[in-house]
């Protein structure tokens, strides 16, 4: 079993930067792609960012130039919000996935990313 923990969520003005952090722990291979989703209200739950163990990062459109994803080893990983916007707004989720997983991987608990106008 793999369980996740994610801090770093919180209030912000719009042009401002948060930094998201997540903890692995349990049965996580040296060898795993870990990432961060989002779930804005009445939205379906959409990818913002992943990086393998490989070292391939893929990011949403949207987030592009703004974000940043990186990984310290197996276990953690993080993302760099720069110049935040509303639309941005929403409970980042991340997420885990090896060999064995779940079809979806595994997920933490989330964390409320708010941007005020």
């Known amino acids: 079993q793999v369980q996740l923990v994610e801090s770093g969520g919180g209030l912000v003005q719009a042009g401002g930067s948060l930094r998201l952090s997540c903890a692995a722990s349990?049965?996580?291979?040296?060898?795993?792609?870990m990432g961060w989703y989002r779930q804005a209200p009445g939205k379906q739950r959409e990818l913002v960012a992943v990086?393998?163990?490989?070292?391939?990062r893929n990011y949403a459109d949207s987030v592009k130039g703004r974000f940043t994803i990186s990984r310290d080893g197996a276990n953690t990983v993080h993302l760099q919000m720069n110049s935040l916007k509303p639309e941005d707004t929403a409970v980042y989720y991340c997420?885990?996935?090896?060999?064995?997983?779940?079809?979806?991987?595994?997920w933490g608990q989330g964390t409320q990313v708010t941007v005020s106008s």
């Open positions: 349990g049965s996580i291979s040296s060898i795993n792609t």
């Open positions: 997420n885990l996935r090896r060999f064995g997983s779940p079809a979806d991987g595994y």
């Open positions: 990086d393998t163990s490989f070292g391939s």
